[in-house]
């Protein structure tokens, strides 16, 4: 079974991800990230509380790159997919706002 990233890396990629929001992404108040068997799921809070599922993303062994799967609500499932940059990985925020693109444009601040 694959490892979850070290709690250093665990809570680093928590902030990273924060920060990026409140920069990027007005629409959430926080990013909730949870760890299991090596994947980090991904979710956003809506300001109403609401919390959103975004992504996974898969640990690969450095801190920067991360493989990245679309939570598909028609399935309430995650599926493996590709950043708009045509790679199946890349930088937590990356994947982050392709997630948070697809579900949160055309909603209101």
Do not use: I
Request: with cysteine; proline share 8%.
């Amino acid at each position: 079974m694959p490892k979850n990233p070290p709690e250093s890396m665990q809570r680093h990629l928590r902030q990273r991800l924060n920060t990026h929001a409140a920069e990027r992404w007005p629409q959430l108040t926080r990013v909730h990230v949870r760890f299991r068997a090596g994947f980090a799921y991904v979710d956003g809070e809506l300001k109403e509380g609401e919390r959103l599922p975004l992504c996974r993303l898969r640990f690969a062994g450095v801190l920067h790159t991360w493989g990245f799967a679309l939570y598909l609500a028609s399935r309430d499932s995650y599926q493996d997919n590709f950043l708009p940059n045509g790679l199946p990985s890349g930088s937590p925020e990356e994947c982050l706002d392709c997630a948070s693109g697809l579900y949160l444009d055309g909603m209101p601040a």
